[in-house]
C-alpha cells in the first residue's frame, strides 16, 4: 500500500526537495503541497493522505493551528501529523504534540532517516525520537505554566497491564521492547497500547506519552519501569 503524503511548508524550495526525496521511495507518494496553515488544512479534508509533513512557522495559520484542526476533525483520525523542525527541543514541538502531532523530526535529518519516519507514523507504531520526545516533555512539564494538567483519576479505566504499558510507552519503548520487557508477544503488546490509547481517547502513542506525564504515572528523573 503506499502511503500519501502532503507537504506543508511556506518555503518552495524546501518543500520541492521533500516532494523529489518523498516520491523516490516506491511506497511513498506525494498528493499535495501547501504554503500555509489553511491551504494545508483544506488540502488534507479534500485528501485525506496518511501523513502531512507540517512546518510550525507558516503564514495565515501556523502549523499548530494547522495541526490542532486536523486532529479535532473526526472525518480526519486517520491523519498523521509529522511536524518538522529545525531544533528539536522546541516550546511549540511540545505545543504541537499537545495539540495531536504523532511526532517531531529535525530538517536536518538524514533522507533515509526521513523517509523511515514518515512509514513509522504511517503504522501508528512508535514514536519518532523517543529519547528526544520524552527529554522534550519532560523539560516543559517542569515549568509552572506546563505542569500536570490531568487528574491521576484519568488513568482509572485502564488496568494495572495497561498502565505498565502507557509508562513503558512514556519511557520511549516501541512494541516488540514492551512485549520483550512483558514477556508477552508483540502482538499482544500492540493490543495493550491499542485499548490504552482507546480508553483514553488519544490518537496515538505520543499523547500518551503526554498523558502518562500529566498525570503523574511518569514523572522527570524516573528510571526506565
Do not use: C, W
Not at 499535495?32 to 479534500?46: I, K
Not at 503564514?59 to 483520525?77: K, V
Not at 490509547?197 to 503523574?216: E, F, H, N, P, S
Amino acid at each position: 500500500m503506499t502511503i500519501r503524503i502532503v507537504l506543508a511548508d511556506d518555503q518552495a524550495l524546501i518543500r520541492a526537495g521533500f516532494r523529489v526525496l518523498v516520491d523516490s521511495a516506491d511506497d511513498l507518494t506525494v498528493v499535495g503541497e501547501a504554503s500555509t496553515g489553511r491551504e494545508v488544512v483544506d488540502l488534507v479534508r479534500g485528501s485525506a493522505p496518511d501523513v502531512v509533513l507540517m512546518d510550525i512557522r507558516m503564514p495565515d495559520m501556523d502549523g499548530l493551528a494547522a495541526t490542532r484542526e486536523i486532529t479535532a476533525d473526526p472525518a480526519l483520525s486517520a491523519v498523521r501529523v509529522l511536524i518538522l523542525t529545525t531544533f528539536e527541543i522546541d516550546e511549540y514541538v511540545f505545543q504541537a504534540l499537545r495539540a495531536g502531532a504523532s511526532g517531531f523530526i529535525s530538517k536536518g535529518v538524514e533522507p533515509g532517516d526521513l523517509l523511515d519516519a514518515i512509514r513509522v507514523v504511517a503504522r501508528g507504531e512508535a514514536l519518532l525520537s523517543p529519547k528526544a520526545t520524552k527529554g522534550l516533555i519532560a523539560r516543559f512539564l517542569a515549568q509552572p505554566e506546563y505542569g500536570p494538567q490531568a487528574s491521576p483519576e484519568k488513568l482509572q479505566v485502564l488496568t494495572d497491564r495497561e498502565r505498565e504499558v502507557v509508562a513503558l510507552v512514556a519511557a520511549g519503548l516501541s512494541n516488540d521492547d514492551i512485549a520483550e520487557r512483558l514477556y508477552v508477544s508483540p502482538l499482544t503488546a500492540k493490543t495493550h497500547v491499542n485499548r490504552a490509547m482507546l480508553k483514553l481517547g488519544v490518537r496515538d502513542r505520543a499523547q500518551l506519552v503526554v498523558i502518562a506525564y500529566q498525570t503523574g504515572l511518569v514523572r522527570i528523573g524516573d528510571p526506565t519501569p
